[in-house]
């Protein structure tokens, strides 16, 4: 699985057939802390994820298994949306709308 951020939509009149009805969107993998690394990805959007959030991609056969893709023309596949992210004994937050909790 990878980090990524949804940077942008694809808009596909025509398409495979099993690709009806699917959200294409464009997204870029970030590391850990949230900062642009590798190339952008179009990937099917399988849980309604939003522009700017930071979600989990799975690629190849792995994208094939999300749910409602078996049997797609899919190589990558949005599969969560990510709140936090914890690293070793820092705190780095890359979701959206997350506030840091100051004890």
Do not use: W
Not at 1 to 13: D, I, P
Not at 80 to 85: A, L, T
């Amino acid at each position: 699985m990878l980090l990524a951020k949804v940077v942008g939509t694809v808009v596909a009149t025509r398409k495979d057939e099993r690709l009806v009805s699917n959200k294409l969107m464009v997204v870029r993998p970030v590391d850990p802390a949230g900062k642009f690394e590798g190339a952008y990805l179009v990937a099917v959007d399988t849980v309604d994820a939003g522009f700017g959030e930071t979600v989990l991609i799975v690629s190849g056969s792995s994208a094939r298994m999300a749910s409602g893709l078996k049997d797609c023309p899919v190589d990558a596949a949005i599969v969560g949306v990510v709140d936090q992210v914890e690293v070793g004994e820092s705190r780095d937050l890359v979701g959206a709308d997350v506030t840091p909790v100051r004890k």
